[in-house]
């Protein structure tokens, strides 16, 4: 592997890689949740198509080398080859910016498409094992797929089928050469204004978890009628606004009773729970124990 400067940060791969298909894909995600910019080194010892997506600010993925060097914009993705079974990735993330992968092996992406019929992608210069980058914009639809990745909550029986089968759905819509496609298949995100008020959406629920305003009070706040509202928010999120809300109440919860700081009562009361027993209902609901069972674990 080539040098690097220092100021790039080795990571553990279990911490960046989100699911993983053997001998097919990996979902590989970057957060950098702090006030400052961040450097990662991600090695490889395989050889993959990379597809990244940039939703923020800018981000930068360099290869083995800081100048060799692919920079992403804010909404851009990038399809990108090296022909090198051997390397580090260099990310450069921006405060508080989410880079996410789609690291795609070679046998398998040979089995996923043909050289005829796709003008979106250099076929022969993979084929002969020239570099590859090629830039395009993110969609309305590609960004819901990449939201439903993280945010549905499934059994661990299921998980795996749902993430094979949206990594497709984003193959799909990535090398679609329409831009149509996107707007039929997505009927109630009709472009980035849409997307922007489903946002501020749930910025407002999250805001306000103990007293959240009422669907018609949130469709006005935000200026989207009740049923581009429910519908949109369900596509963008995975989940209808209230259940998104309860799943986010829940995770705070656990959060504040691993804090030991707060007794049950009191986070039931911090979460939007005025009565114990709704609380301590809701969260066996959702983790399966009590609280103060969670609490002693």
């Known amino acids: 592997m080539k040098s690097t400067s220092n100021s790039y940060k080795n990571i553990?791969?279990?911490t960046v890689v989100f699911?993983?298909?053997e001998d097919e894909f990996?979902?590989?995600?970057?957060?950098?949740d702090t006030d400052e910019t961040q450097q990662f080194i991600y090695p490889l010892n395989e050889n993959y198509i990379h597809l990244y997506f940039c939703t923020q600010q800018n981000c930068t993925v360099a290869f083995n080398m800081e100048h060799c060097a692919v920079n992403l914009n804010k909404d851009d993705s990038s399809?990108?080859?090296?022909?090198?079974?051997?390397?580090?990735v260099l990310h450069t993330l921006p405060p508080k910016v989410e880079l996410i992968g789609v690291l795609i092996?070679?046998?398998y992406f040979h089995s996923l498409f043909s050289t005829e019929g796709n003008f979106l992608f250099n076929f022969?210069?993979?084929?002969v094992g020239k570099p590859i980058i090629e830039q395009k914009t993110t969609t309305a639809g590609i960004k819901i797929v990449l939201n439903q990745l993280f945010t549905k909550q499934l059994p661990d029986s299921l998980r795996p089928i749902y993430l094979k089968g949206k990594v497709f759905e984003l193959l799909s819509l990535y090398f679609s050469s329409s831009s149509e496609t996107?707007?039929?298949d997505c009927p109630y995100i009709a472009n980035e204004e849409t997307i922007t008020k489903l946002?501020?959406?749930?910025?407002?629920m999250l805001q306000n978890m103990a007293n959240p305003p009422s669907l018609e009070e949130l469709s006005k706040l935000v200026g989207l009628n009740i049923k581009k509202l429910k519908e949109g928010f369900k596509e963008f999120y995975g989940a209808p606004v209230f259940t998104f809300l309860f799943n986010y109440r829940m995770e705070i919860a656990k959060k504040l009773l691993l804090e030991n700081e707060l007794n049950v009562n009191e986070v039931g009361a911090h979460v939007g729970y005025t009565t114990s027993s709704h609380f301590i209902a809701a969260f066996k609901k959702k983790h399966g124990i009590t609280p103060k069972q969670f609490s002693k674990l």
């Open 79 to 88: 399809i990108i080859y090296f022909n090198d079974d051997n390397m580090n």
């Open 105 to 107: 092996s070679i046998s």
């Open 19 to 21: 699911f993983k298909a």
């Open 124 to 127: 022969s210069n993979f084929n």
């Open 199 to 204: 946002k501020q959406a749930k910025d407002i």
């Open 26 to 32: 990996k979902i590989i995600r970057f957060k950098n």
């Open 182 to 184: 996107d707007a039929e």
């Open 12 to 14: 553990e791969k279990s």
